[in-house]
């Protein structure tokens, strides 16, 4: 996983990969001086398009991983 993420960072493009446990795992590098609200649903679109089309398979709205408690995270970096 933190190869992704570090990909991320460095080569500023969005990386993706499947877990067993939770599915697809997306990390996104944005700016902090871009982070506001529109920016941030602007760029979660662009990422979700990105996805979409680097898919052979149709992606539905229904989540296939379980729910989890956000009470279950320490820490939540955007």
Do not use: C
Not at 1 to 28: C, H, I, N, R
Not at 57 to 67: G, K, N, Q, R
């Amino acid at each position: 996983m933190l190869q992704y993420m570090k990909a991320s960072l460095t080569q500023g493009s969005p990386a993706v990969y499947w877990d067993e446990d939770v599915g697809f795992v997306g990390f996104v590098h944005l700016s902090q001086q871009w982070l506001d609200a529109a920016m941030l649903d602007e760029s979660l679109g662009n990422f979700t398009e990105w996805l979409k089309s680097t898919t052979n398979s149709t992606i539905s709205d229904e989540p296939s991983a379980p729910v989890m408690d956000a009470n279950q995270f320490s820490t939540l970096r955007v």
